[in-house]
């Protein structure tokens, strides 16, 4: 091919591309685009618009395969034509050229109607024989468009789809403008004449400039049409609506100046008027053509407000719509010079399609696309245009607070349907709502291709897309078709794998897009509606064989992220962020799910101190006494760190101090020497007399390496000086050894102590009362009460052998409530909150508190 060749066939490609341009989607195009899946679609494709393969063999007399052949070349032909044979009759589609040619001509009458009207009632009293046949030939062919309207097809807004029934199209034309039409078309000069010349009924005749709006949309579609200049045709636009407005301005000042009595008429603008030498006071006598342009030549300067004070009104009506008409200019001058101004700036909707739709044929020329894509191209800008106010830019400066509500009214009704989201939580669906974005498809469109990398899922609102498996070897086999509650996407984004299917477009969609990063964000907080979405998922494609081999890898995926999300909820633990850890177990997270090393949420907020998170933690029903692999319960971790509070708690719900081993557990802590550490663990109802592999209790670690303060800790504790160990020693024998005096005598006042306790004094006699070397003072209060709470006075009471005798004494002396049922109900504690269990766990000198733990 020579170049002059190459460059002919492109003006001619460029030339056919932009007459096809300003072409509606076509169904021959549909049917060619889905012309190689020949089974679900053609038939949806029928279903659509409405064809009868039925009928139409029946009407070609063949049956068969022949009529089935004859029927498809009968319906191409229709479509081509533009006429559509349905049960009930012929149905013309509104791109028929021959319609298309009547609608050019019904517009020149309707531009002469929109113009003859207002001076018909300004200057006329009966129409002349010559214009009185022409106006009802005018409305004979007004009354043929009317008749014509009931067989024009029509695109649903809704569907995009072309609707060929007969019922819905006269429905619509019924509600929409046929009263006002068939009113227009009434001969209203006749009724006039007839009615006894009532000025009245000549009122009616303004209802003809209905037929303007033909004009106006012939001017949206000459705006749009890129082969004409936009400038040309916004001035033009302009000119006519200036010119049009004093037109009929024109004509109603006439009218004012001829509906006063003749003797009156003198009176008037026109009456009145005296130009040089020349009077009008006998204007009915002046050719028409004169008058009309006198009154639109008062019309214009009334409304430029330019005139030299030779025409004016003179009568108070005329003054009264100078006024309405001098205030409708000051609109229509607004009007005006703001259309100008936005053709100089170029900013407007129309003008920025037309811009872009030009760079797009240039591109599709230079790169020689073909008419299928092409189409498609021009199809979807087309569609952005039409419906912009999806664009997400319109709320562009709204807050996004405020544009989450609003995608949350707009979407949350359509999302609480999807299939797949059944059963979730309606936390997890409002935030799939609000991060959803609105896109429409044309039929023949791929959204997602077979193999392809899925970054979105999509959701159908309205319209119908098809699943196709496309075979090695080029062959299609539809797999399922996609109706609104839909979805498609899912797998490839849970699952991580290509696409598995090819979805196409069967008729216009509305479609909820959600990208996949936002998807899986979701899913890592509200996992377990991700396991729901799974079922949801097997269930709708119905378990076929590839689903099953899907589900072992979705499986996993689930149990990556429940994984996730323990390791979450044991931060937020360990953290102290309350907040977050609502929010987890409100998601549907497990508080019992222990991490990698056996550790619940309730072992790190014990560790750490966290008293309101362990409280909150004990009232989700978690497991108190709960072992982690190295056997630390939260108990021993809140003990371990020194927070007696929590372990307050703790114990308070229940907690146990299960030590594996206790007797090696304290006899190290001996040997630390972290007398605080075991003076919490005795505390708390350790055994004191726990022995380890060689039958060693702490007391005896403590003797044999002189830690008098440990032995004395572990002595008031009730630890025992006879316990043996495997080799016959005794804590004394230990302590002797140690050569600690001190220790040594600490030793025996306990040796003597517990002797007496068991009735073996050396003197042989029983010790009936025990001397006491131990005072405390008690307070009737909670230690965490307001100051102004803590004003009641305690008492000072010897420490007795046992902690019962030291509540009742206390509850007698300061008139306690509860004394009565003191063991059940009520308790002493420390500073610290911590309750104490045994008498002997008491100092000298120690402050403590009596509640009632009912109370």
């Excluded at 299939?419 to 799939?432: A, K, M, Y």
Aim: aromatic share 10%; with cysteine.
């Amino acid at each position: 091919m020579t170049g002059g060749e190459r460059r002919k066939e492109a003006v001619v490609t460029a030339s056919a591309a932009e007459e096809e341009e300003e072409e509606e989607f076509e169904v021959q195009d549909v049917r060619e685009r889905l012309g190689s899946s020949m089974g679900s679609r053609f038939n949806l494709i029928d279903r659509q618009f409405g064809l009868s393969r039925r009928n139409a063999g029946g009407a070609g007399g063949g049956g068969g395969s022949g009529g089935g052949s004859s029927t498809s070349k009968f319906s191409r032909q229709s479509l081509i034509n533009g006429f559509h044979y349905v049960s009930k009759g012929l149905i013309i589609h509104p791109d028929n050229r021959w319609y298309r040619a009547w609608s050019k001509f019904i517009l020149l009458w309707a531009v002469y109607s929109s113009f003859f009207t207002p001076m018909e009632f300004g200057f006329f009293r009966g129409l002349p024989e010559n214009l009185f046949i022409l106006d009802i030939v005018g409305q004979i062919a007004f009354l043929f468009d009317i008749v014509l309207q009931f067989f024009i097809s029509y695109r649903d807004p809704q569907t995009y789809r072309m609707v060929y029934k007969r019922s819905p199209i006269a429905l619509r034309y019924l509600k929409s403008h046929f009263i006002v039409d068939l009113l227009g078309c009434m001969p209203w000069d006749i009724i006039y004449q007839v009615s006894g010349r009532r000025e009245e009924v000549r009122y009616l005749l303004w209802i003809r400039l209905w037929r303007v709006r033909r004009v106006i949309e012939f001017f949206y579609k000459m705006e749009k049409d890129i082969r004409i200049n936009y400038l040309f045709t916004r001035i033009i636009k302009l000119i006519v609506v200036e010119l049009y407005c004093t037109h009929t301005a024109a004509c109603i000042f006439y009218y004012l100046a001829t509906t006063l009595p003749a003797s009156s008429e003198g009176y008037t603008w026109i009456g009145s008027l005296k130009m040089g030498d020349y009077s009008y006071a006998q204007f009915r006598d002046i050719d028409i053509w004169t008058r009309y342009t006198t009154s639109l030549y008062f019309a214009i300067v009334t409304m430029a407000t330019v005139g030299y004070g030779d025409i004016h009104a003179v009568n108070l009506r005329e003054m009264i719509f100078v006024m309405i008409y001098v205030s409708f200019d000051m609109i229509l001058g607004a009007y005006l010079i703001g259309n100008m101004t936005a053709l100089i700036v170029k900013g407007s909707k129309t003008e920025k399609y037309r811009d872009k739709m030009t760079d797009l044929i240039k591109y599709m020329n230079r790169n020689q696309l073909g008419r299928d894509i092409r189409n498609q191209i021009t199809g979807h800008l087309r569609l952005q245009y039409e419906r912009s106010y999806t664009e997400a830019s319109v709320l562009q400066e709204i807050p996004i607070s405020i544009r989450a509500k609003i995608s949350e009214t707009l979407y949350l009704p359509i999302i609480e349907k999807v299939v797949l989201f059944n059963g979730c939580s309606t936390e997890f669906i409002n935030q799939i709502a609000v991060r959803l974005h609105e896109e429409f498809f044309l039929p023949g469109e791929i959204i997602l291709e077979q193999g392809s990398v899925v970054d979105q899922l999509y959701f159908v609102c309205q319209g119908a897309l098809e699943e196709v498996g496309m075979g090695e070897d080029g062959s299609e086999e539809t797999v399922s078709l996609l109706q609104p509650n839909s979805s498609f996407g899912e797998i490839s984004i849970i699952c991580n794998i290509p696409q598995p299917y090819t979805v196409r477009v069967c008729e216009l969609c509305r479609l909820l897009r959600l990208d996949k990063q936002s998807f899986s964000d979701i899913l890592e907080i509200f996992f377990y509606d991700g396991r729901k979405i799974l079922n949801n998922l097997l269930q709708a494609k119905e378990a076929t064989l590839r689903d099953n081999n899907l589900e072992s890898d979705i499986t996993f995926h689930i149990g990556k992220q429940e994984a996730e999300l323990a390791l979450r909820v044991n931060s937020a633990a360990f953290h102290g962020d309350l907040f977050q850890l609502k929010g987890f177990i409100r998601a549907g997270a497990d508080p019992n799910r222990t991490d990698y090393d056996g550790r619940s949420p309730l072992h790190l907020a014990a560790s750490r101190g966290y008293e309101d998170m362990a409280s909150f933690l004990i009232g989700k029903g978690v497991d108190v006494d709960v072992k982690d692999k190295f056997g630390n319960t939260p108990l021993m971790e809140a003990i371990k760190s020194g927070h007696d509070r929590v372990a307050s708690l703790l114990v308070e719900k229940g907690a146990s101090l299960n030590i594996d081993d206790a007797g090696s557990f304290l006899c190290t802590s001996v040997v630390r020497g972290d007398s605080d550490f075991l003076k919490r663990f005795l505390a708390f109802g350790v055994d004191p007399n726990s022995k380890d592999y060689d039958h060693r209790t702490p007391l005896h670690v403590a003797a044999s390496e002189g830690l008098y303060l440990m032995a004395k800790l572990l002595v008031e504790a009730g630890a025992s000086v006879f316990t043996k160990d495997r080799w016959g020693n005794t804590p004394l024998d230990e302590g002797r050894k140690c050569g600690n005096k001190n220790l040594i005598k600490l030793l025996d006042g306990a040796k003597t102590a517990q002797m007496a306790e068991m009735g073996d004094s050396p003197l042989g006699t029983r010790v009936t009362e025990t001397h006491h070397s131990r005072k405390c003072t008690v307070f009737p209060f909670h230690p965490w009460c307001p100051k102004e709470e803590r004003k009641r006075v305690g008492i000072l009471l010897w420490v007795p052998k046992s902690i019962e005798e030291l509540i009742k004494a206390a509850a007698e002396q300061l008139e306690f409530q509860g004394e009565e049922d003191s063991t059940s109900s009520t308790c002493v504690v420390t500073e610290d909150g911590g309750r104490i269990l045994d008498a002997n766990m008491i100092d000298d000198g120690q402050k403590l508190y009596l509640i009632n733990q009912t109370r």
